[in-house]
């Protein structure tokens, strides 16, 4: 399964992105998809999950500024990111549990937002 992230950017702090990632196989399959991001010089770290069923978790710097969803009709997942600050810098990536279980990571977008 290929997992391509794009929408990233260059854009101020409090500015928004909103970030895509569309799998080559059919989203129904994944019960969970998650974004990861990694900023330089920095461990990898999950930003926020959505079950199948649109449950959705984030990580505590991310609260209540990143939504994340999920389209199905679209095999598409989504990203929004408001009130961006600098240290939400580095490159966004779209996963789910199974390929990080074999260390499958596709291309991820870069953002970067610049105080």
């Known amino acids: 399964v290929q997992l391509q992230a794009s929408g990233g950017g260059l854009v101020q702090a409090g500015g928004s992105l909103r970030l895509s990632c569309a799998p080559s196989?059919?989203?129904?399959?994944?019960?969970?998809m998650t974004w990861y991001r990694q900023a330089p010089g920095k461990q990898r770290e999950l930003v926020a999950a959505?079950?199948?069923?649109?449950?959705?978790s984030y990580a505590n710097s991310v609260k209540g500024r990143f939504t994340i969803s999920r389209d199905n009709a679209r095999n598409t997942v989504y990203l929004q990111m408001n009130s961006l600050k600098p240290e939400d810098t580095g490159v966004y990536y779209c996963?789910?549990?199974?390929?990080?279980?074999?260390?499958?990571w596709g291309q991820g977008t870069q953002v970067t937002v610049s105080s």
């Open positions: 196989g059919n989203i129904l399959g994944f019960n969970t």
């Open positions: 996963n789910t549990p199974s390929q990080i279980a074999l260390g499958l």
């Open positions: 959505i079950t199948s069923g649109g449950s959705a």
